[in-house]
Nanobody, 125 residues
Framework: QVQLVESGGGSVQAGGSLRLSCAAS????????MAWFRQAPGKEREGVASIESNRLTMYADSVKGRFTISRDNAKNTLSLQMNSLKPEDTAMYYCAADFGRCGMSWSTVSYYEYWGQGTQVTVSS
């Protein structure tokens, strides 16, 4: 049984930082593309960042330079360090996994087979 469990969300003021984590089980983690998505109320889910098993990363333009995705293949964990947070970063954040490479489809929701339940991030101005 595959499980992706996010943690680390919360409320923070603009300019602050948060670190999200995702613990994966039930998969051979090192074989999987991992990604973070987010969904704000009334908006579509969007890709935030992805990371290949070889640690090649991709980012949405809106978070480049502020967010850092990382993974620990020994611990089956995924992280997202979020700095200089803005009110527009407010959303539910989801961890996602799919077998193989991320590639150019990394930000496509339908590409991913497994999803976590999400963790809420709220940034106040």
């Amino acid at each position: 049984q595959v499980q992706l469990v996010e943690s680390g969300g919360g409320s923070v003021q603009a300019g602050g930082s948060l670190r999200l984590s995702c613990a994966a089980s039930g998969i051979t983690y090192s074989n999987y593309c991992m990604a973070w998505f987010r969904q704000a109320p009334g908006k579509e889910r969007e890709g935030v960042a992805s990371i290949e098993s070889n640690r090649l990363t991709m980012y949405a333009d809106s978070v480049k330079g502020r967010f850092t995705i990382s993974r620990d293949n020994a611990k089956n964990t995924l992280s997202l360090q979020m700095n200089s947070l803005k009110p527009e970063d407010t959303a539910m954040y989801y961890c996602a996994a799919d077998f193989g490479r991320c590639g150019m489809s990394w930000s496509t929701v339908s590409y991913y087979e497994y999803w976590g339940q999400g963790t809420q991030v709220t940034v106040s101005s």
